[in-house]
């Protein structure tokens, strides 16, 4: 078995909650697009209704290996045409719940992986 130790030098989500992350001890309160090569993208959206398939376009252009998307406090899926863009790249697109998301980052981020999250953040009712 051949061993390999976790990388350190990329932006890692340290904390999260309803209706924010903290990236790298940063609060973010909007929904974002954080990468494991260091961006940190604004991400027009506040609801899962907002979503539009310009948005999933938008993560198709980002050159990443993986593709995570948050979508808020529960896993919801967008629709199948929407992902052309990036289905068309050859790139598969995780979906599951912001906090399910922002673990997922973090372990891909540490183990190399250029890997990209676009995370919804959802205002509470």
Same mark, same amino acid.
């Given at each position: 078995?051949?061993?390999?130790?976790?990388?350190?030098?990329? !932006?890692?989500?340290?904390?999260?909650?309803?209706?924010?992350?903290?990236?790298?001890?940063?609060?973010?309160?909007? $929904?974002?697009?954080?990468? $494991?090569?260091?961006?940190?993208?604004?991400?027009? %959206?506040?609801?899962?209704?907002?979503?539009?398939?310009?948005?999933?376009? !938008?993560?198709?252009?980002?050159?990443?290996?993986?593709?995570?998307?948050? $979508?808020? !406090?529960?896993?919801?899926?967008?629709?199948?045409?929407?992902?052309?863009?990036?289905?068309?790249?050859?790139?598969?697109?995780? $979906?599951?719940?912001? !906090?399910?998301? %922002?673990?997922?980052?973090?372990?891909?981020?540490?183990?190399?992986?250029?890997?990209?999250?676009?995370?919804?953040?959802?205002?509470?009712?």
């Amino acid at each position: 078995m051949k061993l390999h130790a976790d990388r350190f030098d990329v !932006q890692t989500i340290s904390g999260y909650g309803p209706g924010w992350v903290s990236i790298d001890k940063e609060e973010f309160r909007k $929904s974002v697009i954080i990468s $494991s090569k260091g961006e940190r993208i604004e991400w027009n %959206c506040e609801r899962f209704e907002d979503l539009t398939p310009e948005h999933f376009a !938008q993560l198709a252009d980002l050159g990443a290996e993986v593709v995570i998307f948050g $979508s808020g !406090q529960k896993n919801r899926f967008p629709p199948p045409a929407w992902l052309a863009p990036l289905m068309a790249k050859r790139l598969g697109l995780e $979906s599951m719940n912001t !906090q399910a998301a %922002c673990r997922t980052y973090n372990i891909l981020a540490g183990e190399g992986r250029h890997v990209i999250a676009a995370l919804l953040l959802e205002k509470e009712a």
